[in-house]
């Protein structure tokens, strides 16, 4: 296998639900790792895409959260339906999906 051009960490973090900061997995997360790893084979961009379920990534309370290496970009609130996107703008098409980027404050 080549060297990715693109590396997607997707947060699968889990907490207690009372924990105050949240977590990814209670947004969703694993359901949208899922989502990533079903898009990969569907396209067959093994050699250009490489996905990783990943530990806590930062700002808990937006997830669920990805974050796409090497442009550093980070998701918030993804959910099943931005996978499509996210694939087609950014990790194929080289754009990241402006909606769904995490605010400045954070990232």
Same mark, same amino acid.
């Given at each position: 296998?080549? *060297?990715?051009? #693109?590396?997607?960490?997707?947060?699968?973090? /889990?907490?207690?639900?009372?924990?105050? #900061?949240?977590?990814?997995?209670? *947004?969703?997360?694993?359901?949208?790792?899922?989502?990533?790893?079903?898009?990969l084979q569907k396209r067959q961009a093994y050699e250009k895409v490489s996905i990783t379920n990943?530990?806590?990534?930062?700002?808990?309370?937006?997830?669920?959260?990805?974050?796409?290496?090497?442009?550093? !970009?980070?998701? #918030?609130?993804?959910?099943? @339906?931005?996978? /499509?996107?996210?694939?087609?703008?950014?990790? @194929?098409?080289? !754009?990241?999906?402006? #909606?769904?980027?995490?605010? *400045?404050?954070?990232?």
């Amino acid at each position: 296998m080549s *060297k990715p051009l #693109r590396h997607v960490f997707v947060c699968t973090q /889990n907490r207690p639900p009372v924990h105050p #900061r949240g977590s990814c997995a209670s *947004k969703g997360a694993v359901a949208v790792l899922q989502a990533f790893w079903a898009e990969l084979q569907k396209r067959q961009a093994y050699e250009k895409v490489s996905i990783t379920n990943s530990g806590c990534i930062g700002p808990c309370e937006l997830g669920a959260n990805v974050l796409v290496y090497p442009e550093g !970009v980070l998701y #918030r609130g993804v959910t099943l @339906e931005d996978v /499509n996107e996210i694939f087609d703008s950014h990790l @194929e098409g080289g !754009v990241p999906v402006e #909606r769904l980027l995490a605010p *400045k404050a954070v990232w």
